[in-house]
């Protein structure tokens, strides 16, 4: 919730492991977030306002709900491009009582996640860049300010309230080239720098003198600093038409200060990898990669390996298989830095050792169906994932909206999917399934329970998009089906005895409508999560084991929520 959503152009998806050339992060696949780029016009001016309801709560353009402003501006010529931007964004907060509320009621809400904080944020963004036939430069700085207010509620003793603020401030450069040096060879090049500050202050109100003192308990003052830098350069080269190489090297830094930090920590990660790419034949390509990796705090394994294949079997038919090994250290943020935002607290653990993983992927896509007015497109595909000190959350018995984080000693996920894209005429349908199983981590303690090795849970998405070019409108639909996450928990103080609880399953569905109402302008309206789905049964009692949630409903949205927008988009 710190990206600027009105920068991003698309966002792709690369499937299956990538872990050699990007890191453990990428054993599922890639989401590359491609940001916009200048248009073929000259100039381009673009404004939007949207406005929007937080459940029942809602006044126009300030105070309750949800408010966003927007403004873009685009050059280009002789290939020259900058882009300037600037966005608002205004939460109110859900669910926020008078300031005289008593602590406990305060407390409670708090504690049953059945309250949103008010947050605003401030996003920036400029971009300069240069591009020929043959050549590519551009640098561009992101920044974000962002401030969240907590306020308690009012000791009824002695009329004094705890308030707190939390300020952040982000700024991120990026540099990037691509050069093709001649038709075999490419090169591309990726720093980056990004700085970050977490202000923490909290005061004491008294309600009986409308006086302010500064908290001077342990930890209630704190300025919080995190940089990181990136280093990372790749090559391309085309042997010939059946070999090609992709060599390349990255560097990472990681670096922390702060009132609760023990020191100035720093985390260097140094790696080499290259990859190719094989054709032995008509209809079958191998991709193997190595990965070598220096960490400096953590020991990460001699190399990393990777092997992607792809078998055209018929003209219709893709079969593709894949295996990864992943390796992670934890990031300073995971170690240190407590995130707060509008509804959850997640607290650093400094005491997370490295991940490292063992991925296996294949699917079989069918692309049979390509007619003039009917395309059809399905993939089915299945996956394994054996995990060692897995990095996961868990959430507080006494607490909704506190999260920490620690390592699973051993930890297993399978899962199959089946996904579906149907494209008629000004039709556009995506269907999607999945059946995943979670690892009942019980078992490694305790080998001779008899409960199942894997708990399962379904996950059914569709999505409908229909134009209309006539009227320059289109409506779509977004619809999720998860269903209930079980797992298991131990009775009593008996370790042998456990029984099953769940969270229960629940649908999310949007529905959104855009139409140009005049050369310049477009309007938005839609209704976000229409069934209004606020919380979501949990039958696990508060034990306080490692995933415990606690008991009782888990917090999950402040409700349905109604939205209109206005676009306005000039070009000369």
Known sequence: NQIDINTIERIEIVEGPMS?????DALAGVINIITKRAGKSLLNITARLQEETVGNEYKAFSDKGNHVQNLELSWQNHGWSALLGVTHNDFAGWNIRPSTT?????????????RWKPKEQWLANTKIG???????IWYRLDGLREEIISRGGMNTLNYIAEWQTYKTKRYTNQLQSEWRLSNSLQLTAIAG?????RLTKTINHNFSTGADALST??????????????????AQYILNPKISFQPGFEFNRDAASGQRINGSPVINDYALFISSEIKPIEGINIRPGLRFVKNSVY????????????FVLSKNFDLRLAYARGFRSPALRELYYDFVDASHNIIGNPNLKAEESNSFNGSLTWTGLKLDDLQVRSTLAGFYNLFKNRISFAQSAQDATMT????????KTLGFTFDNTIIYKNLNVTLGASYIGRYNEQLENNPELTIPEFSWSPEITATILYSFPKIRGNVSLFYKYSGAVPS???????????????????????????????????INAGVKNLFNVTRLSNTSTASGGAHNTGGGAVPYSYGRSYVLGLTFNWNK
């Open 102 to 114: 008593s602590r406990d009621i305060v407390d409670q809400d708090l504690a049953s996640g059945n």
């Open 130 to 136: 240069y591009r020929n036939k043959d050549f590519n």
């Open 217 to 234: 308990e342990q930890g209630k003052q704190d300025t919080a600093k995190f940089n990181s830098t990136i280093f990372r350069a790749t």
């Open 20 to 24: 050699v050339v990007y890191g453990a």
């Open 299 to 310: 020991p990460a394994p001699p190399v990393i390996p990777s092997l992607n294949t792809k």
């Open 193 to 197: 720098y990004s700085d970050l500050k």
């Open 404 to 411: 920490t984080l620690f390592n699973v000693s051993k930890f």
């Open 488 to 522: 298991y928990q131990s009775i009593g103080t008996n370790t042998t005895d456990y029984q099953l609880v769940e969270i229960g399953g629940f649908s999310l569905a949007d529905l959104m409508l855009n139409k140009s109402i005049y050369k310049y302008i477009t």
